[in-house]
């Protein structure tokens, strides 16, 4: 098989292709490593190449939905029994794990060929994809800019050819930013959904899941019926599955009441780009039969915001704490910024985090408001266009007042300091419509249906309520049909 005859399918046409005999999983295999070989090192999109692993496994008789298809996991959770998982720090790259995660148990049971895991940030906790320890991804479409993040690794692998569609997660957005920065489809399914075992019943307080970001919404669709194809004895909670497959619910499209909003829910700057994605959308949804108008859910967005980083910040300095007691690791193991986030989560009183977390709930019901009078929220994924690599950055006198009170034991000290605040405010400026999706555990996806004059991807933001994974799965395939992307190749 060519490239160009694998690039032209998605992973449910090629799994239909192995399953009529035209294509052998050893073939599709050979295609996807050498793509790899072709655009990763421009890219650095996989870090733990698994090249022996897949081919036996390609020998093998497989069976199931997307039995032959090639694969890959993200580098955060996605745990492959015999391997490590980096996470994107230099303590856990050579750690491997005993048993494989639970979602990639489904992955395999559906007879997917998994060949390589990809770049993430350190524990997942930026926007963007550049780990010291493993060095940034690129974005296929601009060579210059993040493919976002946390997922960056596998959005970037996925707009470049390599794979139809590549596991990913997501917490605070790391589904739907990298999503909207490459041009592609990803659904956050909401909370408890997807299993998280075998080692926890949820992440995050459910805040985040496992998925993946695809080139087709019914890639998305089908491997949302593979996640969920059972229940989790493990799971905090069992989940009412629909009377259908995902993968039918989303060819029943309906009329749908949808309030669209484009204003950052932080008060921070939105790019005029940005603004007109959503207004190109809700055209584009009016053309299409629904009723679209102007709605926001009355939340106080900032103080989410808030609430969102002392989840975030305290569940880093649990991480950093139980990597250094697990593997002996210094200091030196970890990013500065991580440490910097951590120092803020230590600082934070337990009284404290249980009223941040306690607004989660008020949060929830005020967004289920919102849906009693709309089925959809609009909004614009990213504030603007993929940011430039190293745009981000903590700045440099703040990395130097740091390292100073690093030494000194003092580094809480920094946190809530004005250019603390500053500079998480500065990262988060890029992505502040995210997290809403995530602390109320409601379904959000970003569907890739602008680009900017010069060419860049530039996604749009639906957050469905409870349940309302089907809704959007039948938007997102009506959008498709009316203004498809999957043949939008970057030129690499």
């Known amino acids: 098989m060519r490239y160009t005859e694998y690039r032209a ?21 050979d295609v996807a490593i050498s793509r790899a070989e072709t655009v990763d090192g421009r890219l650095n999109a996989i870090v733990r190449p698994m090249h022996e692993i897949a081919r036996a496994r390609a020998k093998e008789s497989l069976s199931g939905p997307f039995a032959g298809v090639p694969f890959l996991i993200k580098d955060l959770s996605q745990d492959y029994a015999g391997l490590p998982t ?10 491997p794990v005993e048993r494989h995660s639970e979602v990639v148990d489904r992955w395999l049971g559906a007879g997917l060929v998994i060949f390589g895991k990809t770049n993430t940030p350190e524990f997942g906790a930026k926007g963007v994809t550049e780990p010291e320890a493993n060095g940034p991804t690129r974005n296929p479409w601009d060579l210059g800019r993040t493919p976002g993040g946390s997922s960056g690794g596998s959005a970037a692998a996925v707009a470049a050819g390599i794979v139809p569609v590549a596991g990913a997660n997501d917490g605070g957005g790391s589904i739907r930013i990298p999503a909207a920065c490459c041009g592609l489809f990803g659904l956050k399914p909401g909370r408890g959904l997807v299993p998280a075992g075998p080692t926890v019943a949820e992440h995050l307080h459910g805040a985040a899941t496992d998925g993946v ?15 969920t ?20 619910l989303a060819r029943r499209p309906r009329k749908l009441r949808i309030g669209f909003a484009t204003r950052s829910p932080i008060d921070t700057e939105v790019d005029p780009q940005a603004v007109a994605a959503v207004e190109d959308a809700a055209e584009l949804l009016r053309h299409l039969g629904h009723d679209v108008e102007p709605a926001e859910p009355e939340i106080d967005q900032r103080q989410l915001a808030l609430d969102f980083l002392a989840m975030w910040t305290t569940q880093l300095a649990h991480t950093v704490d139980e ?7 210094g200091p030196e193991a970890f990013e500065l910024d991580t440490h910097l986030l951590a120092a803020a989560g230590r600082t934070l009183k337990a009284p404290a985090y249980y009223a941040a977390h306690d607004r989660w709930n008020a949060y929830s019901r005020q967004l289920a408001a919102f849906h009693s009078r709309y089925d959809l929220l609009l909004t614009p994924t990213l504030a603007r266009p993929a940011v430039r690599i190293g745009e981000l950055d903590t700045p440099k006198p703040v990395r130097a007042v740091a390292r100073v009170l690093m030494r000194l034991g003092l580094l809480g000290a920094l946190a809530g300091t004005k250019a603390w605040e500053s500079a998480v405010i500065t990262n988060l400026a890029a992505t502040p419509y995210t997290q809403l999706a995530n602390i109320t555990g409601r379904p959000a996806m970003s569907v890739p249906t602008y680009r900017t004059p010069d060419g860049l991807p530039l996604g749009v933001q639906f957050v469905g309520p409870l349940g309302g994974e089907g809704m959007l799965l039948a938007l997102a395939a009506r959008i498709e049909a009316e203004r498809p992307w999957a043949h939008l190749e970057p030129a690499l």
């Open 9 to 29: 399918h998605d992973a449910v046409g090629l799994a239909e292709l192995v399953a009529r005999r035209e294509v052998s999983p050893d073939e599709l295999l």
């Open 86 to 95: 980096g996470s994107g720090n230099r303590a856990l790259r050579h750690h």
């Open 213 to 227: 970001v695809s080139r087709s919404v019914r890639d998305s669709a089908a491997m949302l019926d593979v996640l």
């Open 229 to 248: 194809s059972r229940a989790d004895p493990a799971g905090p909670f069992q989940h009412a599955r629909p009377e259908l497959p995902y993968a039918e």
């Open 323 to 329: 990597i250094r007691r697990a593997t002996g690791a």
